[in-house]
């Protein structure tokens, strides 16, 4: 049997309960839910969209040697001051992820606004964890259409050899400038 990635995110309670998708997800056990940064693991990645490095298959084996994907749960609106206060305190490795476009409903077909359980279903995907990435965004209606949104994307991604070729992949896709240095 596939060995499960652990899932956790950092839930900094900016946005309502009731549309959260963490929050969601870990009342069907499918993510650990964490209200403090103390409490989080000490393996693995967390997902910050302000990092520059994108997830890539170098980082693969942080997840196969038990690392675990951390989500960091905040609204938009604040995010720098979120990223700034968990990641003076965590040694989680930050990454971000390639180009992808949201299916949730406050969001639908926007680059770069996911909501954290698309992000950590994208990582899982991208990482050979389809089946996992799937069984979490199960839990919501719009959940399947992530993967039909992006399922060109996700596809190409997921067979990149590096975070670079990844990176330079994004143009394929879609319309964008990319830092070189963003690999």
């Known amino acids: 049997m596939d060995r499960k990635v652990p899932l956790h995110a950092i839930w900094l309670q900016q946005d309502d309960p009731r549309k959260n998708t963490v ?6 056990n499918k993510v650990t839910l964490h209200k403090e940064i103390r409490r989080l693991p000490r393996k693995g990645i967390i997902l910050e969209p302000l990092c520059g490095k994108v997830f890539g298959p170098e980082d693969h084996s942080i997840l196969t040697n038990g690392g675990a994907i951390v989500g960091l749960d905040c609204s938009w609106e604040q995010i720098e001051p979120s990223v700034s206060k968990v990641m003076r305190t965590t040694k989680l490795k930050p ?14 077909g926007k680059a770069f606004k996911m ?17 996992q990435a799937r069984d979490l965004l199960a839990s919501f209606k719009w959940g399947e259409q992530f993967f039909k949104l992006n399922a060109e994307p996700l596809e190409a991604y997921a067979s990149a050899k590096s975070s670079k070729e990844l990176v330079q992949m994004q143009f394929e896709f879609f ?8 690999s």
């Open 23 to 28: 929050v969601r997800a870990a009342k069907h």
């Open 175 to 182: 319309d964008i400038e990319v830092d070189d240095d963003e």
């Open 95 to 108: 990454r971000m992820l390639p180009l992808l476009l949201a299916a949730n409903p406050v969001n639908w």
């Open 115 to 131: 909501t954290t359980a698309e992000a950590i279903a994208a990582t899982l995907y991208l990482a050979g964890k389809e089946s």
